[in-house]
T-cell receptor, first 114, second 111 residues
Framework: DADVTQTPRNRITKTGKRIMLECSQT?????MYWYRQDPGLGLRLIYY???????NKGEISDGYSVSRQAQAKFSLSLESAIPNQTALYFC?????????????FGSGTRLTVV | TQLLEQSPQFLSIQEGENLTVYCNSS?????LQWYRQEPGEGPVLLVT?????EVKKLKRLTFQFGDARKDSSLHITAAQPGDTGLYLC???????????FGTGTRLTIIP
């Protein structure tokens, strides 16, 4: 099994619908992150959590919300999806800061909003 | 404004050639990482550098961190088709324990 599992892998949804992307990890890491990837823009941070009781906004949090249900689970919600939220979404984990062993990424969710 | 600039954006070379890709910033990194991403997958960590002037080697890949900790390079010797992918640099630019990613270099090695 993958260390970081994202579901679904692909999703097409209509404008205005609520959608949840889920992430679970078996790494035992405290820190979890949600990024989106767009061509030419790279990976941009949406939300991050350094432990179960800690939730922080990233650089592009508008239109998104998150829930850290447990150390191993971190979900991302789009309350009312819009077409410019079409992107590749990645969940990542780390056990401490960037000077350590780096981030472990999931395989991504390709989201299309029509 | 992109905090981390990677160049070139695209690179296509023949198998066996050497290449270098670059990652530059106007900010000082407390640490910098390189990742490789293949289609349909998430980025995978290649290396972390933390000391100015540091050089790390991973088989045919050589990573260098600039003395001022504002830039880094990745050099690949005798490129192989398996090196094809998107190479991303990422740095802790603000010293706030989070990574900021560059836009990436998409590398294609032609057999």
């Amino acid at each position: 099994d993958a260390d970081v599992t994202q579901t679904p892998r692909n999703r097409i949804t209509k404008t205005g619908k609520r959608i949840m992307l889920e992430c679970s990890q078996t790494k035992g890491h405290d820190r979890m992150y949600w990024y989106r990837q767009d061509p030419g823009l790279g990976l941009r941070l949406i939300y991050y959590s350094f432990d179960v009781k800690d939730i922080n906004k990233g650089e592009i949090s508008d239109g998104y919300s998150v829930s850290r249900q447990a150390q191993a689970k971190f979900s991302l919600s789009l309350e009312s999806a819009i077409p410019n939220q079409t992107a590749l979404y990645f969940c990542a984990t780390s056990d401490h800061g960037p000077k350590g062993r780096g981030y472990t990424f999931g395989s991504g969710t390709r989201l299309t909003v029509v | 404004t992109q905090l981390l600039e990677q160049s070139p954006q695209f690179l296509s070379i023949q198998e066996g050639e050497n290449l270098t890709v670059y990652c530059n910033s106007s900010s000082v990194f407390s640490s910098l990482q390189w990742y490789r991403q293949e289609p349909g997958e998430g980025p995978v960590l290649l290396v972390t550098v933390v000391t100015g002037g540091e050089v790390k080697k991973l088989k045919r890949l050589t990573f260098q961190f600039g003395d001022a900790r504002k830039d880094s390079s990745l050099h690949i010797t005798a490129a192989q088709p398996g090196d094809t992918g998107l190479y991303l640099c990422a740095g802790d630019v603000f010293g706030n324990e989070k990574l900021t990613f560059g836009t990436g270099t998409r590398l294609t090695i032609i057999p």
